[in-house]
Structure formats: C-alpha cells, structure tokens
C-alpha cells in the first residue's frame, strides 16, 4: 500500500493525519512556532528570495521530488514516512523475528524517547549553526545547495517531531516544545550535542559538516531505520533519501576546492603553500587540517567504544548495527570485539570485550570506510594531475574526546606521544588561528550566475539537469 503525499492540508503528509483530528490539532498548533523559529533562527536575509528547491512529492525512491523556485517560508515542510512493510520482524537483538511494533512498548518509552530528542535536536542545530553562511556562498549554486540543505534539516525537525507528537502523549508534545527553545551556541539553553554548538562560519566548514557530520547523521539514521519501533524505522527511512544529497553536497564541495587548487599549481607553477594561497586558493596543508579536525568530532558523535547502552539499546532491539541485513549474526549473544585501547604507557592493548558493548564502534568502524571513499576520489585528482601530495583521513585515535581516547594525545597516525608534543605540534595537524583567518579572508558573496569564487572549481553539472549558470536563486 503506497500512501500518496497530501498536499491539500495544512501540513503535507502520508500518515492521513486528517483521520487524526487531535493528532493534527496538537501539530497545526506547533507549525507557527516552528515557522517563528524558521524566521528568527533560520538562514539570514535570504527569506524572500525566490530559490530552485526541491520538494518531496512521494516516499517512491525514483521520482520522489519536484523542483522549483518558492521562497524559504513557504516551503511545504510536512511528515513523510517510507511505506509500511507488513511482513516486517524485529531483525536483531533478543526479539528477533518478533512483530515489529507500532506503538511504544511502555519499558522503552523514555530510552526511545531520547534517542528521537537527541536525534531531533540536531536537525535545526545545524540550521542555526549555518544561518549566516548565505553572505558568502561562492556561487548561487551553493547559495541553492545550502538552502536545500537546511529546509531539509527543518524537514528533519518535523519528522522526530511528529513521532513525539503521535506517540509520546503530553512528554513528547513538551520534548517538541524545547526543540526550538534550545539553540545552537545559547549559553542557558544550548543544543544537547557539544559539536552542534560551534558556529559553521566559512564554507570549507560547511563542505566538512556536510561530508563528515552530515554522514554521521546518516549512520545514525541507518541504525534508527532498523528500530523495533516501526514508525521511527519508516521515518528514518525517507529521511536517509533526503539526506544522501547533503552528503554529495560535502563530497563534491571538497573535490572542487582540490580541483580548483590543482589548477592554481599549475597557474602558477608552484606546490608551495604560502604560493598557493597568494593566488586566491586553499593549500593542501590546510584542506588536511579541516578534514583532521571535522573527522575527528565526527567520530565522537557515535559515543564511547565500549558502552553499556549501545548494548542494551541492540538487546531491546531500539538501535540496531547500520545495514543489520549484511551480518550473519543478528543475535550476538556470545560474539566479542577486538578493541585497541591505550595501554597507559603509551602503548596500545587489545581488550576483547562482548560485541554488543561495541555496537558504537562497529558503527564507527563502517562510517570510517564510507568516509574514505571520498578521500579516494579526491587523491583521484592530484595523482592525475601528476601531484604526489594525498589527503588523508587521521587515526580514529586522533584528537577523541570521547572513549577509550579521550584526551590521549597521539599524532596523526594514532602514535600515542606526549602531552607536550602534542601542544608544541598541534598547528601541524589541526587548523590555527592563522588558517582560520585566511579562510575566513576567501569568503566573499558570489551572486552573478554562473561564477565562482576563486577558491572553488564549478561543479560538473546542475541540480536537475539545470546548467551551472542557471539563476538557482532569484534576486540575491
Ligand atoms: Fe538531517
Ligand atoms: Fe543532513
């Protein structure tokens, strides 16, 4: 059964919210306060432009959006689910091959409950982090590409919403409330994860969330779509849809810095990084500094490699392992997990702990092999233009805060060294001050079709077969 998307209501939806009048109620009741945050918290100045967004129109994943120019405001955010599969069982922990549920088991509500707040909280997190990023987008292509991004994020918002809404009566209905009180940075109120707290003030920074935070995003997404919990899997579902392009937003924004790089080398004839930035690019030296720094606080969003949560979270079938279907074992009752800590004198160990302890590893573990597919295509680049310089993703021991590492200095390979090294070789690994403020000096407003800024090739192609030079939005 495939529920189309309503759009004749007030708020768009495939869950026939109509046949739930105090159910919609409660929602119209909440859309003007999310509509207020949208205006006050929201992408600065830009709400009355017209921008090429894309819209979801079916939860099909071929042909499932439609594209054209609306202004931020009059986005149609609303509630879409992936389609129920009825012969869904519970695919691991100690349910397995159980009915999956469609409502709350009343022993998980508050465990399941957090993990929609937690997972909620991010959403308009990192609208507000990138709220004024739209000054200096180097082109309307990106200036587009930021703004899909964040009404998808507010869309995001909607979906955990709507699950607390219709399945956490009055608590969840005050979890929504404080879901646009809390914000990104506030010191009495601020976002529940440190990361989503930090201002993204430059566009490398943007590009970096994009491939790096937004991929955890995806990870966690992948483990919630295998949840018991029937709805918060077919919710998540969708999402990870919409989610895929924020990730190539990411991908391709730092393959175009490198593209863009490799042609100032050649331009100029010089590899020298002081060279490359008099010429308006971004240096190798500092690309690998902002991968070092976002990977790493990418890697604690998982939480600590051995965790009694993760474990009970699996066992209760809450959060499965992304990708559940391609393990043998879907139980795990007896397995153990090779887990490489730090010895205390500056060694490392291997403590074999029960596999189910390391459920945020193993999470770990398979978004570190995604992230280094991009990697490769970006040293793609540099080896076909003839250079031997290659990116490279850091230890996952790198500069944790979090775990087995957390606050153990290492180097870039994971050497455990001393604290003293570490502060006086810092500047090598991870971005300065200085490299911050050169970057903060590239970033300027593109607004005419088609150009780009000096530090960022064009893109291949357009959204939706548009070309690059299309006014992807109207009036900037
Ligand atoms: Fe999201
Ligand atoms: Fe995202």
Redesign the pocket.
Known sequence: MIMAINYQERIPNNVDLGSNRTLQRALEHWQPEFLNWWQDMGPTDFQARDVYLRTATSVDAKGWATYGHVRMPDYRWGIFLADRNPERRVGFGDEFGKDVWQQVPGEHRSTLRRLIVTQGDT?PA?VEQQRLLGHTAPSLYDLRNLFQ?NV??GR?LWAMVYLLHAYFGRDGREEAEELLQRHSGDTDKPRILGTFNEPISDWLSFFMF?YF??RD??YQLKSLAESSFDPLARTCQF?LT??A???FVGDTGIARVVRRTIEVMKEIGSDDPEAVRRAGAIDLPTLQKYINFWFSSALDLFGADQSSNAASYFANGLKGRPDEAMYEDHIVRDQTYDLEVPDGQGGVRVDQIPLRNAMNEVSRASYVKDCEIGVVRWNRLLQKAGYEQRLALPSPRFRRTIGSWANVPTDMMGKPISAEEFATRQGEWLPTDGDRGFIASLMKGVTEPGKMAGWIAPPDRGINAQAVDYEYVRGA
């Open positions: 959403e990192s991004v998808e994020e995001h994009t935070t937004d995003g995806k999402m919409e989610e392009h924020h990730m």
